[in-house]
């Protein structure tokens, strides 16, 4: 039963490049969130979705930053133009409902920005 | 000027001892609360939860205790061993998502390092 998957695992971009993280929710989830972590600081919301719908995105930064999550394939966190302060740890954590509170989380991506 | 990362807070304790890791939170509205354990390089693993209509919970070795009154929640672990050495991260639940149709947005405290001595 294979848990919350992310890749890449590592990921190394120029400032101005484009990032795309991809997560796939564990079998039968359908809610999906995204984290960012600092180094030494805990996790923060970023963005709450359901299969094709945005529920709440209170947590993202205005610009730059977009999340999906279709019908079919991985939830999609993308970051245009990146800039060196998006350097961080990125996880995204599911659950099979809103009623459940549990998340579970996935390995994370961690961004570094040259 | 630059921002640089905050030292988390640590505690040391010897092998076979209880450990205690204290969390403050901020919403007095949480109804639901979770404890993490991470591990260098790894995503936040779930130890126990919590709703706020109980004041305790066991799990195997863990115990969360909970104080609505001064909002504060425990992570007691018995016969600490080498391996709980990780941060732990108390999570709260902010229940404005179920209001607004939204779902369980959870508000991460700044984690506690904890360091088994041998």
């Known amino acids: 039963n294979a848990g919350v998957m992310q890749n890449p695992r590592h990921l190394v971009r120029r400032r101005g490049q484009e990032a795309r993280l991809r997560c796939s929710p564990m079998k039968g989830h359908s809610h999906v969130y995204w984290y960012r972590q600092l180094p030494e600081e805990g996790l923060k919301f970023m963005v709450y979705?359901?299969?094709?719908?945005?529920?709440?995105e209170s947590g993202m930064p205005k610009e730059r930053f977009s999340a999906e999550f279709p019908k079919e394939g991985p939830s999609i966190l993308r970051i245009q133009q990146v800039v060196r302060g998006d350097s961080a740890a990125y996880f995204c954590?599911?659950?099979?409902?809103?009623?459940?509170?549990?998340?579970?989380f996935g390995p994370g991506t961690r961004l570094t920005v040259t | 000027g630059e921002s640089v990362g905050l030292h988390l807070p640590t505690l040391s304790v010897q092998e076979g001892d209880n450990s205690i890791i204290n969390c403050a939170y901020s919403?007095?509205?949480?109804?639901?609360f979770i404890w993490y354990k991470q591990e260098s390089g790894k995503g936040p693993q779930f130890i126990i939860d919590?709703?706020?209509?109980?004041d305790k919970r066991q799990g195997q070795r863990v115990t969360v205790l909970l104080n609505k009154t001064v909002k504060h929640l425990s992570l007691q672990i018995a016969a600490t061993q080498p391996g709980d050495s990780a941060v732990y991260f108390c999570?709260?639940?902010?229940?404005?998502?179920?209001?607004?149709?939204?779902?369980?947005?959870?508000?991460f405290g700044t984690g506690t390092q904890l360091k088994v001595e041998l």
């Open positions: 999570a709260e639940n902010d229940p404005g998502g179920k209001l607004t149709g939204g779902g369980n947005k959870l508000t």
């Open positions: 919590i709703r706020s209509n109980m």
């Open positions: 919403n007095s509205a949480s109804d639901y």
């Open positions: 954590a599911s659950s099979p409902n809103m009623q459940q509170g549990e998340q579970y």
């Open positions: 979705l359901q299969k094709e719908n945005i529920i709440d």
